[in-house]
C-alpha cells in the first residue's frame, strides 16, 4: 500500500493519521511570537511525500502485530505512561505481554512472530532533527565543543544516535533519560549511559550535576510531562553558558492521548495551558527567560510516529534557547 495521509481513524489501514497539523495561519502566529521576542522563524513545511514512503515502508509489516498489541493493552486496563511505554518497548517480562496479546488474537497470531516482534521496540519515529540540514538549522552553531549531550525522552536512544553521528561525538558524551526502565535497558546495552528518571531527578539525585550539558532536548513529550516546571527549571539547571536547550512539542499541550491515558498532575507544576499553539509557546518562552535562557529559534514542522496509536503525522514545534551568563 502506497503511504498517504488520511483523515483520523484510519491509522492502522496504513495510512497516517494527521494530528495538529498547523494551518498556515496557525504557522503565522508562531511566527509572531518569534518575532515579539526576538527570535528567528523558520518554518518547514509540510512532510515531503518521498518521506512518508519511506517511513512508511521501514514499518508497515508489523503493524498487524501492533495493533493487535494495542487490543491488548485496551482491554487489560492498562491506562498509565509507564505501563504504555513498557508495551511499545518491550520489556524484561515480555511473556506475559506475549500471552496478552494472543488472548485477544481470536486465534490469528503466529506466536513465533509475535515473539520475535517483542524483541524490538514496538514504536519508531522520523522528526526534522534526524535530517543534517535542519538540524543545523534548528539547533545552529554549537559555541561549545565540551560538555554532555543530554536526550530527555530518549526512548531507546535514535535521535542520541544520530546527533553523535551528525556531530562525530564519542559514546561517553550522550546521556539519555527515560521514564521508560525498558527503553533505557536497550540504551544502556548500546553503551550509551541513561537512567530511567525524570530530569528534574535526575538533577537532584546528582546524576547530571550544575552546568554540564552542552545541547539538552527536551524530546516531544511537553504534553505528558506532569512537571512542565521542574523540567525546565532542571534543564536551565544543567546547561552551560552558551549552551543550547531544544524544547520540541506538540502544540497546543492536550495531556491525554488516543488511548485515553492522562498525563497531566498538579496544575501549578504546569506552563502551557492548551488555549493554542501559540499561546503555549509564549507561555513557555517566558518561563524560560525567567532561567536565564533566551530565545534563538522557533521552527515548525512535522514528525512521524510510529505507535500504538498507528501511523500518525503530528505537528513539530522546536523552540531553541540559548543558556545565558546568570541565574
Not at 2 to 13: D, E, I, R, Y
Not at 175 to 180: A, H, N, P, Q, R
Request: glycine letters at 10%.
Amino acid at each position: 500500500m502506497n503511504a498517504q495521509v488520511a483523515p483520523g481513524g484510519q491509522s492502522f489501514a496504513g495510512v497516517f493519521t494527521p494530528v495538529n497539523r498547523f494551518s498556515k495561519d496557525t504557522r503565522d502566529r508562531i511566527g509572531r511570537v518569534a518575532a515579539q521576542h526576538r527570535g528567528e522563524f523558520v518554518d518547514f513545511g509540510e512532510i515531503s511525500p518521498e518521506r512518508l514512503a519511506q517511513f512508511h515502508s521501514q514499518y508497515a509489516p508489523r503493524l498487524g502485530h501492533l495493533h493487535l498489541l494495542r487490543k491488548a493493552y485496551q482491554e487489560l486496563g492498562h491506562h498509565n505512561a509507564v505501563e504504555r511505554y513498557e508495551f511499545e518497548y518491550g520489556t524484561s517480562a515480555w511473556e506475559n505481554l506475549l500471552l496478552a496479546v494472543l488472548s485477544v488474537s481470536d486465534g490469528r497470531a503466529n506466536r513465533a512472530e509475535l515473539e520475535a516482534a517483542f524483541r524490538e521496540p514496538n514504536y519508531g519515529f522520523w522528526c526534522p532533527l534526524e535530517d543534517r540540514r535542519m538540524f543545523e538549522q534548528i539547533v545552529g552553531p554549537l559555541a561549545l565543543s565540551e560538555g554532555r549531550v543530554v536526550d530527555v525522552g530518549c526512548g531507546f536512544g535514535a535521535l542520541l544516535f544520530r546527533i553523535k553521528e551528525m556531530l562525530g561525538l564519542e559514546p561517553a558524551v550522550l546521556f539519555g533519560l527515560d521514564i521508560s526502565a525498558p527503553a533505557i535497558q536497550l540504551l544502556n546495552g548500546k553503551g550509551v549511559e541513561g537512567k530511567a528518571e525524570t530530569l528534574s531527578q535526575a538533577h537532584s539525585q546528582g546524576f547530571l550535576g550544575p552546568r554540564v550539558a552542552r545541547l539538552v532536548c527536551l524530546s516531544y513529550f511537553v504534553d505528558r510531562d506532569d512537571n512542565q516546571r521542574g523540567t525546565f527549571e532542571a534543564a536551565a539547571a544543567i546547561t552551560m553558558p552558551r549552551g543550547k536547550i531544544v524544547v520540541d512539542g506538540l502544540f497546543p499541550v492536550k495531556p491525554e492521548d488516543s488511548l485515553g491515558t492522562r498525563y497531566d498532575g498538579d496544575s501549578s507544576r504546569s506552563i502551557t495551558r492548551g488555549e493554542s499553539a501559540e499561546d503555549d509557546i509564549a507561555r513557555i518562552v517566558q518561563f524560560m527567560a525567567t532561567l536565564g535562557c533566551a530565545l534563538e529559534r522557533i521552527c515548525t514542522g512535522e514528525r512521524l510516529v510510529w505507535s500504538m496509536d498507528g501511523f500518525e503525522l503530528l505537528s513539530s514545534t522546536y523552540l531553541v534557547f540559548k543558556r545565558g551568563y546568570l541565574n
